[in-house]
């Protein structure tokens, strides 16, 4: 099993340390014996086919699958930034503020533009206008938007198109100041134009934010990933930087994959 | 949309332009130092090369990446492939400049001089005029410039011909009299047909510039 990457790319500090990860759906075991370390500041992305735990294991790092009854760790652990986030006593709505989630389809709150990305802190207890309006402009441009809704921010976000509506998601993420930003499939409802530029927004966050990206589209994981991480049937096959999986893999499987001879 | 990867498009294309105009300078070198009889110039061509075939495995290198995790299409696939292309025979030209070089330094250590009856420099002319046309071409994107590199090479060939001819009956006489004229005529026929490769190199520059331009194969 790969747990380590050799790769060509500078040494980095791991945001997060996962080790010998067993995770299980009720008596389905869905994740073997997982280990990996996630760099701070790079975009890593998880390739491999459906069901192979790639999305599961997004969903650990800020305990998503808490939402899912019969999901639980059944050992080993997920440490961010040297915390056990699975330890009795971490506060799981303090680790989410710290690891955002973009999702697969776009989901803005039935709210202006604005108040989607006011949302987070408003719930803080920050009310002050001045500082809303300071941090909503700020997301937008960090989300490549705010050209193009700085006329309309009290518009309906539902009134968007899909590709401005998944950057407002990404613009409400940051909102709340996470260092880890998690995506799960963040283009596959997308067009090529809208897939460019959320693409082109990874690649501009990955200087202030460490991203961890599922793809089933393995040229985006090609294009906007520094690591790049292979999954098959709940089992890490091999992780290393982007440049060796899709150039010159170690593992056959993994080969097999990337080449389309899977299967 | 210009994507962040373009810029890795765009280095390998100015890395193909420092390739190229490394292999002219080598060349026109190599070529100064037979003309002028010139044993330093001739020396210094002759370690010239390595920076060329080392631009060469950069340029292979950074194309397989690029096909690899970029998927380009239409004119970036284009441009792709002519620098595979054009990167070898940019190499072969810095590789045929070693040749010249290093035979014009062995008959002028032995010799002290070149003795020319032949049209050595007019051809070299031509040769670095169409590879510099050919530069300035992909630089420019000029597809005129290009086309009308094509047509020049006919030139080199003949002359070549000329120089084999003149040489090889030289020759004839020269292998009843004395070995070392002899070998300093046939060192003279490998070096008029490195020029005449040269400019073979220049015209499939020009040929892959054509390609780039149109995206169809010219056809002469």
Redesign the interface.
């Known amino acids: 099993m790969v747990t380590k990457t050799n790769s060509s790319l500078k040494e980095c500090t791991p945001i997060i340390e996962v080790s010998e990860l067993d995770f299980a759906y009720g008596s389905t075991q869905a994740l073997f014996n997982v280990s990996m370390d996630i760099y701070e500041k790079q975009v890593t992305a998880f390739i491999g086919p459906s069901g192979c735990g790639k999305s599961t294991f997004l969903r650990c790092f800020n305990r998503m699958n808490d939402l899912i009854e019969v999901a639980h760790t059944k050992g080993g652990n997920i440490k961010i930034n040297g915390v056990d986030i699975n330890k009795p006593d971490v506060d799981v709505i303090e680790l989410r503020k710290h690891v955002g989630m973009v999702f697969q389809k776009s989901n803005p709150f039935p709210k202006s533009i604005y108040d989607n990305i006011a949302y987070g802190l408003r719930i803080q207890g920050i009310k002050k206008k001045e500082i809303l309006d300071q941090v909503v402009e700020e997301c937008l441009r960090s989300a490549a938007l705010w050209d193009e809704v700085k006329d309309r921010l009290q518009e309906s976000a539902l009134g968007m198109s899909g590709g401005q509506q998944q950057r407002l998601c990404i613009a409400r993420a940051l909102a709340v100041k996470p260092r880890i930003l998690l995506m799960d499939e963040p283009c596959s409802a997308l067009d090529p134009v809208a897939t460019a530029k959320v693409e082109e927004l990874i690649h501009e966050l990955k200087k202030n934010y460490t991203i961890v990206i599922v793809t089933h589209n393995m040229q985006q994981a090609a294009r906007v990933s520094d690591r790049t991480a292979f999954f098959y049937l709940g089992k890490l096959i091999e992780y290393d930087a982007t440049d060796t999986i899709f150039m010159n893999p170690n593992n056959e499987q993994t080969e097999a994959y990337v080449s389309g001879r899977f299967g | 949309?210009q994507?962040?990867?373009h810029e890795e498009l765009e280095q390998i294309r100015s890395k193909l332009i420092r390739m190229s105009e490394k292999a002219r300078e080598v060349g026109q070198l190599a070529l100064e130092g037979f003309v002028e009889c010139d044993l330093k110039k001739a020396e210094r061509a002759l370690v010239m090369d390595d920076e060329i075939d080392a631009l060469e495995v950069e340029i292979d290198r950074d194309a397989?990446?690029y096909i690899?995790?970029?998927?380009p299409v239409s004119s970036d696939v284009r441009l792709i492939l002519v620098a595979i292309k054009a990167s070898h025979d940019i190499e072969r030209v810095g590789d045929e400049a070693h040749s010249i070089a290093k035979r014009t330094s062995s008959i002028l250590r032995r010799e002290g001089k070149v003795f020319q009856p032949v049209a050595i420099a007019e051809m070299g002319e031509i040769a670095f005029s169409m590879l510099g046309d050919a530069i300035t071409a992909f630089i420019e994107g000029d597809l005129e410039l290009a086309r009308s590199i094509v047509h020049r090479d006919s030139e080199v060939n003949r002359l070549n011909r000329e120089n084999y001819k003149t040489l090889s009956s030289e020759l004839d006489g020269d292998l009843d009299n004395e070995l070392g004229e002899a070998s300093t005529q046939i060192k003279i026929i490998f070096i008029s047909k490195s020029i005449e490769r040269i400019a073979d190199h220049a015209k499939n520059l020009a040929e892959e510039v054509i390609y780039l331009q149109t995206g169809d194969y010219y056809n002469s």
């Not at chain 2, 690899?68 to 998927?71: C, E, H, V």
């Open positions: 949309m994507r962040y990867f397989v990446r690899t995790l970029r998927g």
